[in-house]
């Protein structure tokens, strides 16, 4: 049974970083592309970023506009794990963060209805 695990949310102050991690077991992470969802307090979930497969273009990773130059997607084959880096975080990026995947896509996508497989989210608070 597929289980994806995010871990590493928790509480920090406007200005501040964490880094998430999603790992799972019984599949290899490398194979699949990998998109990062949040939901923020009375909103709709969005997408954040994704990273593709290892073979399709060297896994690259892409965010949206709104977190660029401060969230980073990466991967940590070794340990069978994709990280979202996060910095100079804002009391606006307050929300669960969802890792996904749909075990068959190897190229970036951020359209919810793609993935198949989410895990149970980790809570981001950005507050002073």
């Known amino acids: 049974q597929v289980q994806l695990v995010e871990s590493g949310g928790g509480l920090v102050q406007p200005g501040g970083s964490l880094r998430l991690s999603c790992t799972a077991s019984?599949?290899?992470?490398?194979?699949?592309?990998i998109g990062w969802f949040r939901r923020a307090p009375g909103k709709e979930r969005e997408g954040v970023g994704c990273?593709?497969?290892?073979?399709?273009?060297?896994?690259?990773?892409n965010v949206v506009d709104s977190v660029k130059g401060r969230f980073t997607i990466s991967r940590d084959s070794a340990k069978n794990a994709v990280s979202l880096q996060m910095i100079s975080l804002r009391p606006e990026d307050t929300a669960v963060y969802y890792c996904?995947?749909?075990?068959?896509?190897?190229?970036?996508?951020?359209?919810?209805?793609?993935?198949?497989?989410w895990g149970q989210g980790a809570q981001v608070t950005v507050s002073s």
């Open positions: 996904a995947t749909d075990l068959v896509a190897i190229d970036c996508s951020l359209r919810e209805g793609r993935y198949d497989y």
């Open positions: 990273i593709n497969s290892i073979s399709n273009s060297d896994g690259a990773a």
């Open positions: 019984g599949l290899s992470l490398d194979r699949f592309a």
